[in-house]
């Protein structure tokens, strides 16, 4: 079936630095790929939407210049926190859709984010 | 917008018992319907979708979801849970206007099952 795989899986890093996700899909082609940002106990809010060859496409409220999206390729989305504080810490998650609906989204495996 | 409501934020049970976790959906549209699971510090994995066709969709790991649209309802069951279901468990919607491409979610209903 369908694989997206995404790293880091957890990452430390300083406040004030810059922190890049990968998120690839390994066996099929992602014209579009969705970057979630998930807190402690609650559900998972769509950040972006990442097109291949184009600029994402960021919901309300998320602020493009801190957050980051490059799709340069069918296979490779990176989302980069920049200058990153800690109230940016949370689970990171990407997720692809193979063509047609026969899998639905694939998610990726999540990558926890902390600012020290 | 649309918008899912899942009203029991956990819901305890013991291993080999029946389970329901509820989901209800608000769309002025068509919409496809999602159940995924989540295991700590992990990604979503999909469990089943419904997309058109018989309204008793069944999933992976012996779950099943039935979709009602006068009741605007998709409700997660399973006949005989294990302590291995204990897991956060999503449902999502995603609908016409958006191209069916955005996924919005509900709040999530964490599964305890134990012995």
């Known amino acids: 079936g369908a694989v997206v795989s995404q790293h880091p899986s957890r990452v430390i890093c300083k406040s004030g630095t810059s922190v890049k996700i990968e998120c690839r899909s390994l066996d099929f082609q992602a014209t579009t790929m969705f970057w979630y940002r998930q807190f402690p106990k609650q559900s998972l809010m769509l950040m972006a939407t990442s097109n291949e060859g184009s600029k994402a496409t960021y919901e309300q409220g998320v602020e493009k210049d801190k957050f980051l999206i490059n799709h340069a390729s069918l296979t490779l989305s990176t989302l980069t926190v920049t200058s990153a504080h800690p109230e940016d810490s949370s689970f990171y998650i990407c997720?692809?859709?193979?063509?047609?609906w026969g899998n639905g989204y694939t998610f990726g495996s999540g990558t926890r984010l902390t600012v020290v | 917008a649309q918008s899912v409501t899942q009203l029991d934020s956990q819901v305890p049970v013991f291993e080999e018992a029946p389970v329901e976790l509820r989901c209800n959906y608000s769309s002025s549209v068509s919409v496809y319907l999602f159940w995924y699971v989540q295991y700590p510090n992990q990604g979503l994995q999909l469990l089943l979708k419904y997309l058109s066709g018989s309204t008793l969709v069944k999933g992976i790991n012996g779950f099943e979801a039935e979709f009602n649209k006068s009741q605007t309802s998709f409700h997660l069951r399973k006949p005989s849970v294990h302590i291995s279901d204990t897991a956060e468990y999503f449902c999502?919607?995603?609908?016409?206007?958006?191209?069916?491409?955005?996924?919005?979610f509900g709040t999530g209903t964490r599964l305890l099952v134990s012995p």
């Open positions: 997720s692809a859709r193979d063509k047609g």
């Open positions: 999502a919607v995603s609908a016409l206007n958006t191209g069916f491409q955005k996924l919005v």
